[in-house]
């Protein structure tokens, strides 16, 4: 099992250029979450999707879009990306959203530096 | 929202035991604790959750009071391997609950 894989790993865009972060999962989870690190920081949570057909804001959605194409498929979209958009995206799954806690598995994330 | 506060850095020696502890004093009844890992250019991993009580693995114990207000991630003989940075969250699953604060850097030296 690979788990989750992000593509691609690193990426430098120009200010108001458009890009798709890549993001599958092969563990069959239900739900899976894009978040963002910034140097220094913890992960804030950009979109989720609790499930297959679903996706919800998280805490800093402004700037992406998110589509969940089927079960092991979740891309993040940037449509006019800008400086402040530089960090590192992680993608990461979960087998089932809300009841008890089920641990996050995190893919190994994707550089990204906007000029 | 179960905002958490920790140590923002820790520094011990190798073959120790390290005591990571967390603050939550708004904690629902529902919510669980979970703790993190994340070394450099990687993506966090899961090291231990609980409830209540006493909670442990073969990686790491972890220690909860009855009022649940805190909680203390307790790992033990550490190397220099577990130079990282460790998260304590606190939520029921997933969404905007779940939130990784700045988390406490771990430096072990020799």
């Known amino acids: 099992n690979a788990g989750v894989t992000q593509t691609p790993k690193f990426q430098v865009l120009k200010t108001g250029q458009s890009m798709t972060l890549q993001c599958a999962q092969d563990?069959?989870?239900?739900?899976m979450y894009w978040y963002r690190q910034d140097p220094g920081m913890g992960l804030r949570l950009i979109y989720y999707s609790a499930s297959e057909g679903t996706t919800d804001k998280g805490e800093v959605p402004n700037g992406y879009n998110v589509s969940r194409l089927n079960k092991r498929e979740f891309s993040l979209r940037l449509e006019s990306a800008a400086p402040s958009q530089t960090s590192v995206y992680f993608c990461?799954?979960?087998?089932?959203?809300?009841?008890?806690?089920?641990?996050?598995?995190f893919g190994p994330g994707t550089r990204l530096t906007v000029l | 929202l179960a905002k958490t506060t920790q140590p923002i850095s820790m520094d011990s020696y190798e073959g120790q035991e390290v005591n990571i502890t967390c603050s939550h004093n708004n904690i629902a009844t529902n919510d669980y604790i979970t703790w993190y890992q994340q070394f450099p250019s990687q993506g966090p991993r899961f090291i231990i959750q609980?409830?209540?009580t006493k909670v442990t693995n073969e990686v790491a114990s972890l220690f909860i009071p009855a009022d649940r207000k805190s909680s203390t991630l307790s790992l033990p003989r550490v190397s220099l391997s577990d130079t990282a940075v460790y998260y304590c969250?606190?939520?029921?699953?997933?969404?905007?609950?779940?939130?990784f604060g700045p988390g406490t850097r771990l430096s072990v030296l020799p």
């Open positions: 969250l606190v939520g029921r699953s997933y969404g905007q609950n779940f939130v």
């Open positions: 563990m069959n989870h239900n739900s």
């Open positions: 990461a799954s979960s087998e089932v959203a809300g009841g008890t806690y089920n641990e996050q598995f």
């Open positions: 609980g409830y209540k």
